[in-house]
C-alpha cells in the first residue's frame, strides 16, 4: 500500500470515527434532553397536584371548623347555640361545600386515583355535616335533643381533623407514586 492510499484510509477511518463520535455525542445530548423534560414534566405535575390537594384540604378544614364550632358551643356552652348560630352555620357551610367540591374536581383532573383516596374522608366529613344539620333543623322543635346531639359529634369531628395532616400526607405519597 502506497502511501497516498494509507493517508487516504487513514483519513476515512478518522472521518468515520469523528462520525460515530458525533452521533454518540448527538444522541447522548437528546437522551438527556428528553430525560430532562420528563423530570420537568413530572415536578410540574406534582406541583399542581400538591397546590390542587392542599386547595382541597384547607376547604376540608374551613368545613369541618364549623362542624367543630357549633358541636363545641353545643357541648361547652349550649346556651350560646340559638338561631343566629345556627343560621351561621348554614351560611358557612353553604358556602364552603362549592369550594370544596370545585378544589376535588381540580384533585380529579389531576389524578382520579388521588380524588379517590379523598373520597373516604370526605364522606366522613358530609356524614358529620348531614348529623350537625339534622340536629340544627331540630333546634327548633327539639332543643334539647338537639344540643344533646350536637354535643356528641364533637369528639368526631376532633378525631377527623387531627387526623387530616397524617392523612394529607398518605394522600401525597400515593400522588408521588402515580406520576
Known sequence: MDSTTSALLGAAIGSAAALVSASLASFVALHNERKRREEAARASAVRSLRTAAAAAFTEFYNFSHAISWITWYA????????????????????????????????????????????????????????????????????RAGAIGSLATLLDDVNELQDSLPAELNRVMKVALSEI
Open 75 to 142: 357541648k361547652h356552652a349550649p346556651a350560646s347555640v340559638d338561631a343566629q348560630m345556627a343560621g351561621s352555620y348554614e351560611q358557612d357551610n353553604h358556602a364552603v361545600i362549592p369550594k370544596l367540591q370545585g378544589a376535588l374536581a381540580v384533585v380529579a383532573s389531576l389524578s382520579l386515583t388521588v380524588y379517590e383516596e379523598l373520597q373516604p374522608l370526605v364522606h366522613r366529613l358530609f356524614v358529620l355535616d348531614k348529623h350537625v344539620s339534622t340536629a340544627v333543623v331540630r333546634l327548633r322543635d327539639d
